[in-house]
């Protein structure tokens, strides 16, 4: 279960400092909330999808689309490489993993994480940074099964 949102920065809640998992079910429920944040949502299920048949374990969930913002302008995602097959990269999985014309199908941002070490703690960290405050903020986690 998602917690709830906290004020950090005067202008949207987000979610308090931390990794919170949830289920796909769970970000529809908590944050799938109007027209909007449906076709956001959509085009985050669709990238998950991708995501996960090319071998992605888990991805991590970040942008305004998890804040309070009434009308969120996107969703930023960071996927886990390790157990991805390039040879079941599709074609819309190309387009989102080189950050081509991605964003306009989903309406989100997608990044790799990298292998372990500074680049996979560098986007972590700023997932978890608010960008107005620069306060600690919370992210979600999604294993893919």
Request: charged content about 25%.
């Amino acid at each position: 279960m998602l917690p709830k949102s906290v004020d950090i920065n005067g202008i949207w809640n987000v979610l308090p400092p931390g990794i919170h998992n949830a289920t796909l079910e769970e970000i529809e429920q908590r944050f799938a909330t109007n027209e909007k944040r449906r076709m956001l949502f959509e085009g985050f299920r669709r990238s998950v999808a991708a995501l996960h048949r090319a071998g992605c374990k888990a991805i991590f969930l970040d942008g305004s689309f998890v804040t309070d913002k009434p009308e969120p302008g996107d969703f930023d995602v960071c996927w886990d490489p390790v157990g991805v097959d390039p040879s079941n990269w599709t074609p819309y999985f190309l387009i989102l993993a080189t950050g081509g014309s991605g964003r306009r199908r989903s309406s989100g941002r997608i990044f790799p994480l990298g292998r372990e070490g500074r680049w996979t703690s560098a986007f972590l960290d700023f997932f978890q940074r608010d960008k107005d405050s620069g306060r600690a903020k919370g992210i979600i986690k999604v294993q893919l099964q």
